[in-house]
């Protein structure tokens, strides 16, 4: 089973900030089978970025992903304050299917 | 627009059986697989099962293989979730999820339903 460890464990950053999320895999990630979710406080998960650095559909083009191998990335470019969120990542490359414990990003 | 509704959460005792459904819509639902994912109170996601979209293919999680058992009705446009032998380990919150790609990743969620496991 592949573990994804996020860090940091929370970000506080203001309104404008650029906010840098990690996505670390136990080993590489099959053709970079990797995505991304939002999920705000009380909803579901939304989809925000899979194969690594593709966008969802209307996911704003501040959010942007990167990396392979075992190593991956989300960048929210311009922080909002609706971006209160934690964040997971997830590999869907092997089975079974695993996500990221989480990373909290903070609206300061 | 894609809609897909949870129902079926409630409170059960351990040991007991509930069974979850999603119905969903605006889009062909007998052209794509569709998954389970869970998440308990205050913590993270965990995948639990998919289904392939002819309902040929089942994949599940250790943590449920041989209790619970995943079920679609194409005609239906229904998905399901049967749930035996329930421990308190299983409480959370219990979102259907529509799969994409290859391994599947999810592009659309429902809003979820809770399943409460105690006495």
């Known amino acids: 089973e592949i573990v994804l460890t996020q860090s940091p464990g929370t970000l506080s950053l203001s309104p404008g900030e650029r906010a840098t999320l990690s996505c670390r895999a136990s080993?590489?990630?099959?053709?970079?089978?990797l995505a991304w979710y939002q999920q705000k406080p009380g909803q579901a998960p939304r989809l925000l970025i899979y194969?690594?650095?593709s966008r969802a559909t209307g996911i704003p083009d501040r959010f942007s992903g990167s990396g392979s191998g075992t190593d991956f990335t989300l960048t929210i470019s311009r922080l909002e304050p609706e971006d209160l969120a934690v964040y997971y990542c997830?590999?869907?490359?092997?089975?079974?299917?695993?996500f990221g414990q989480g990373t909290k990003v903070e609206i300061k | 627009e894609v809609q897909l509704l949870d129902s079926g959460g409630g409170l059960v005792q351990p040991g007991g059986s509930l069974r979850l459904s999603c119905a969903a819509s605006?889009?062909?639902?007998?052209?794509?697989?569709m998954s389970w994912v869970r998440q308990a109170p205050g913590k993270g996601l965990e995948w639990i099962s998919t289904?392939?979209?002819?309902?040929?293919?089942?994949y599940y999680a250790d943590s449920v293989k041989g209790r619970f058992n995943i079920s679609r009705d194409n005609s239906k446009n229904t998905l399901s979730l049967h749930m035996n032998s329930l421990r308190a380990e299983d409480t959370a919150v219990y979102y259907c999820?529509?799969?994409?790609?290859?391994?599947?990743?999810?592009?659309?969620w429902g809003q979820g339903t809770l399943v409460t496991v105690s006495s």
């Open positions: 999820a529509k799969a994409r790609g290859y391994g599947y990743y999810f592009d659309y």
């Open positions: 605006g889009f062909t639902f007998s052209n794509y697989a």
């Open positions: 289904i392939d979209s002819s309902g040929g293919t089942i």
């Open positions: 080993q590489s990630v099959s053709s970079n089978y």
């Open positions: 194969g690594a650095s």
């Open positions: 997830q590999q869907y490359g092997s089975s079974p299917r695993t």
